[in-house]
């Protein structure tokens, strides 16, 4: 029922955080990890046509990462969303991978992503690794500002033990919670959250009052 479906992509919930900001989104949200070619290569043509479809049917809340394609969906975006007003759409990013660049045969996740630029992921949640992941992601998608942004598979399924996810949890909160505030504060990022994997749903929470900024774990990826 395409009818219904455009109806309710269009449809907005209001989210209010807690220093009383409030995010509109759209109740059907666009996933960008196909825009990296997840399990298989898109076109140009094909990404943009996918892209405008969405947008057609009326979805403004856009989620990408690092991750997706190293760098790839992120670049995407920016063609597309470059022509859009800035306040008509929500944008999500995630930091706690930086990309390095490497040969083409020592590229990260090449049974997942294909055709991708030569980049191998780099887990950093420390305060430089998360300035530095934010400042390279605000460049590939060509924006000034990040309405949301999520700390990336702190979990035990991407980090191999419960000892590395802890581990990882503990930098990010020692380091990289700071980073996130520091930008939410500078106006770079408006609200930060938390994203574990697939098989790791521990409660981390953690709230600084009036900050805007929570921490916790979440059910997706």
Wanted: charged share 30%; glycine share 10%; with cysteine.
């Amino acid at each position: 029922m395409p009818g219904a479906t455009h109806a309710r992509a269009g449809r907005k919930r209001k989210f209010t955080t807690r220093s009383g900001a409030v995010l509109p989104f759209t109740e059907l949200g666009f996933g960008g990890a196909p825009l990296g070619n997840l399990y298989r290569p898109l076109t140009e043509k094909e990404a943009r046509a996918t892209l405008d479809a969405a947008w057609a049917a009326g979805c403004r809340y856009y989620d990408t990462a690092p991750l997706y394609g190293l760098g790839l969906s992120e670049t995407r975006l920016n063609g597309f969303l470059r022509a859009k007003p800035r306040d008509d759409y929500l944008l999500s990013t995630k930091i706690g991978r930086l990309l390095e660049l490497c040969a083409p045969e020592q590229r990260s996740r090449q049974g997942a992503f294909f055709e991708t630029p030569s980049r191998r992921e780099i887990f950093d949640y420390s305060y430089d690794g998360v300035m530095r992941s934010l400042e390279f992601s605000l460049e590939r998608l060509g924006v000034d500002r990040i309405d949301i942004v999520y700390a990336h598979d702190v979990d035990v399924f991407t980090h191999g033990s419960r000892e590395a996810s802890d581990a990882r949890i503990r930098e990010f909160m020692e380091g990289g919670y700071k980073a996130l505030i520091k930008l939410r504060e500078g106006g770079a990022i408006f609200r930060a959250r938390s994203v574990a994997g697939r098989h790791d749903h521990r409660p981390v929470r953690r709230r600084e009052p009036g900050r805007g900024v929570g921490i916790r774990h979440s059910r997706w990826r």
